[in-house]
């Protein structure tokens, strides 16, 4: 089956409220879109949100780059061959994750469609269902308290608290929402590069009684290697993100002595599906667990990490919320929501459908 026509095209979205990480505060996103129609009029989907921040694309330049004359002569092309086609990209388009991903999620949920089944079948499903974490930006006391609330009314079972700018105060955040929450909400923590070996120390020692599930990035891109200065089983709770970006990094941080026991997979960082999986069999043989995160994404590629991760047998958390912080979306489907289980829909391909 030939791929008839590729189309690109990008949308600023706003958020349902603004948020603070260590470094930014963030009131929309800029999503790029990449369809892929094939001649029977399936239309496959791929969505990117690159964080310029992390990995120095931005949508503008997403945008470009699926408008030139490489991506156009895809059209034609065999969809059965589409793994060869997202290896050609990869060479084509190096050190552009977004770029990557747009076009390796478009082929795969053409692919999907085209055979007339998920993509987490594809790769052989492992998991059915886990629950994902929703984030509470960097706030005071008070107004995290009440978001807590507001997502455990919902049916979510797990906090992700963003800390990373006084660690003091993360501190107090920290105690106080487990002291109100204990026995309703599991907390993590994601510092966003924002604390020093010193402030992590305090943080571990100040918050170790009180079972945090896990601590994101906390010290800069660089300084990876302080980290060995704490113990095996502190060592065990960090998860590498920023440090994070493809399987060169993971093949890094897989030799012991390993300074996380976790690794963040973001296809924004990695470029796609195909980057996640090398990423992911790397960390099964060095027995490292997988955390699937997020920017702020469309259903379209916040589905396609779930397909991923529920593929992966060392899968083990979830923080798969970025869709939920857009005030609108271009697609529908995908997923769905129950008791803060995230649950893939079993339709072909990714499951999902452009709105209108």
């Known amino acids: 089956m030939k791929i008839k026509a590729i189309r690109a095209y ?134 995290t308290l009440d978001d807590a609330e507001n997502y455990a009314q919902l049916g979510f079972k797990i906090i992700k608290v963003k800390t990373g700018n006084n660690v003091e105060e993360d501190i107090e955040r920290v105690l106080k929402l487990n002291e109100t929450y204990k026995d309703r909400l599991k907390i993590r923590v994601d510092a966003n590069q924002g604390y020093s070996l010193k402030d992590l120390r305090n943080f571990i020692a100040a918050t170790q009684k009180i079972n945090i599930e896990l601590i994101e990035q906390p010290l800069p891109v660089g300084r990876e290697a302080e980290l060995l200065a704490l113990n095996a089983n502190h060592r065990k709770l960090l998860t590498a993100d920023e ?36 990423i992911a069999n790397i960390a099964k043989n060095a027995h490292i667990e997988l955390f699937w995160g997020c920017n702020d994404e469309s259903i379209a590629s916040i589905t396609a990490a779930l397909h991923v991760a529920y593929a992966c047998p060392n899968t083990r958390y979830l923080d798969l919320d970025g869709s939920f912080d857009l005030a609108e979306d271009l697609v529908s489907g995908g997923f769905a929501l129950e008791n803060g289980l995230m649950k893939i829909n079993e339709k072909a391909g990714f499951g999902i459908e452009k709105i209108g």
Not at 107 to 127: E, R, V
Not at 250 to 264: D, H, K, W
Request: glycine fraction near 8%; hydrophobic fraction near 40%.
């Open 10 to 143: 990008s949308k600023k979205m706003a958020l349902t409220k603004p948020y603070t990480i260590a470094y930014n505060t963030y009131a929309d996103v800029e999503l790029v879109f990449m369809e892929v129609e094939l001649e029977n009029g399936i239309i496959g989907i791929g969505s990117a949100s690159p964080s310029e921040d992390v990995v120095g694309e931005n949508p503008r330049q997403t945008l470009l780059n699926l408008q030139t004359e490489f991506v156009q002569k895809i059209v034609g092309r065999d969809i059965r061959h589409f793994q060869q086609i997202i290896y050609e990209a990869r060479l084509h388009f190096p050190n552009l994750p977004g770029t990557q991903a747009a076009i390796d999620l478009g082929l795969h949920d053409a692919f999907g469609k085209y055979l007339g089944i998920p993509i987490a079948a594809f790769y052989g499903q492992k998991i059915k269902a886990l629950p994902t974490s929703v984030t509470i930006g960097i706030k005071n006391i008070t107004e």
């Open 243 to 278: 440090s994070l970006k493809d399987a060169k990094a993971a093949l890094t941080y897989s030799s012991p002595p390993q300074p996380f026991g976790i690794f963040n997979i973001k296809l924004m960082k990695c470029g796609g599906i195909m980057g996640a999986l090398e």
